[in-house]
């Protein structure tokens, strides 16, 4: 598995997501993605509690510990490498969580717009 270049959606070095608990597709702790991330596991999040709900309403329960795989499960406010297609699921239902753009990968570009990226920027000023 060979990984992308590690470049945000500002063009910019891709920046740590998040290391507790571990994410990313590589669990680096970063949103790195490579031909084998079907998923596109590319948006750094910070979670919120409707998001959680509204994922394990579709059959990904992100915030139940699951310890044979080191996961101690999401809480409202960690960060983590979202699948670009199910944030834009969410973003369509009005339970899209904040977005880091620093810490998203450029990749999630082909699947969501930067436009769209940007109303849930956290960290744009």
């Not at 079907?38 to 509690?49: D, F, I, P, R």
Request: aromatic share 8%; glycine share 6%; charged share 25%.
């Amino acid at each position: 598995m060979e990984m992308d270049e590690s470049v945000n959606v500002l063009g910019e070095a891709l920046v740590l997501c998040g290391d507790d608990p571990l994410t990313g597709f590589y669990r680096d702790g970063k949103c790195n993605t490579c031909a084998e991330d079907l998923g596109s596991h590319t948006v750094c999040v910070q979670v919120s509690t409707e998001f959680l709900e509204f994922s394990r309403f579709r059959g990904n329960d992100l915030s139940t510990p699951v310890p044979e795989y080191e996961f101690k499960g999401l809480k409202a406010g960690d960060s983590w490498c979202l699948c670009a297609s199910r944030w834009l699921e969410a973003h369509e239902n009005d339970m899209a969580p904040r977005v880091h753009l620093t810490r998203t990968h450029i990749r999630a570009l082909e699947i969501i717009p930067m436009d769209l990226l940007k109303q849930y920027a956290v960290d744009l000023n």
